[in-house]
């Protein structure tokens, strides 16, 4: 494992302990040349699954982009991070799981949708202002309404 900060090859695992509900393994390293200490998580990767994207791009699913997707529609909520973390697990465990080797992004966002509308309808709206493509005020309006009926 590479050193963020200095790039040194030279490593060390100091602590290591599970997280998210058993999914991933937490471990504290130390650099040896710089003597940083970072985090790293290792999960389980049961298959690759690629992105069938709207305009026809395929790209391999990248969990890093939904964290940020749910970190955006989150940004200034108090949502618990472990919700939030074992929300995005069970996407991804989904999406390995199919027993697909291509899913759509729209099956992804609508995923995400769901999971969002659990955790906090404020990040739900500001997804589905992103994912619907909301142009115009109105937008939010109809979809609120929707929301209430």
């Known amino acids: 494992m590479l050193c963020p900060f200095c790039n040194s090859e030279d490593t060390q695992v100091k602590d290591s302990r599970p997280s998210e509900d058993g999914a991933a393994i937490r471990r504290r390293r130390q650099c040896n040349d ?5 985090t790293t998580f290792e999960r389980v990767q049961l298959r ?40 995005i697990n069970e996407i991804s465990r989904r999406l390995e799981s ?7 992004s729209d099956y992804i966002g609508s995923l995400a ?3 969002l509308a659990r ?4 990040a739900y709206v500001r997804y589905a202002s992103v994912y619907k493509n909301f142009g115009q005020a109105t937008d939010f309006e109809d979809f609120i309404n929707e929301l209430r009926t």
């Open 34 to 38: 710089c003597d940083a200490r970072f």
């Open 48 to 87: 690759e699954v690629t992105v069938v994207k709207r305009d026809g791009r395929r790209t391999i699913f990248d969990r890093s982009k939904l964290e940020r997707s749910f970190d955006i529609a989150l940004r200034k909520r108090e949502v618990d991070a472990e919700k939030v973390m074992l929300a």
């Open 113 to 115: 949708m769901k999971a």
């Open 98 to 104: 199919t027993g697909e080797p291509d899913v759509t």
């Open 119 to 122: 955790l906090d309808k404020v």
